[in-house]
């Protein structure tokens, strides 16, 4: 099998076949990927975006705010969903 353009099952977007990459050949990489990952990628994304307005909302300087959401792209992915879910409970008390 050639490598091509081809159309997910899933979501209907046209992508690329590359031959030794993860996946089925009618679905997209996006749509292959496990649950698990994307709920980490989204959690940290969460995660970054809630940190950094508590941090304005404290008038923290901008440049110190990147420092410390750097920080958090250094962590293990699992460590971000425990996070996110604290946060949350915190929030909702």
Do not use: W
């Amino acid at each position: 099998m050639s490598a091509g353009k081809r159309i997910c099952k899933k979501c209907g977007t046209e992508f690329l076949l590359t031959p030794g990459k993860p996946g089925y050949a009618n679905v997209c990489q996006d749509c292959s990927t496990p649950p698990k990952q994307q709920s980490d990628a989204q959690a940290k994304a969460q995660l970054r975006e809630i940190y950094s307005e508590e941090l304005r909302k404290r008038g923290v300087p901008e440049a110190e705010i990147e420092k410390r959401i750097d920080v958090i792209g250094r962590k293990p992915t699992s460590h971000y969903v425990e996070v996110l879910e604290r946060i949350k409970q915190e929030i909702s008390n």
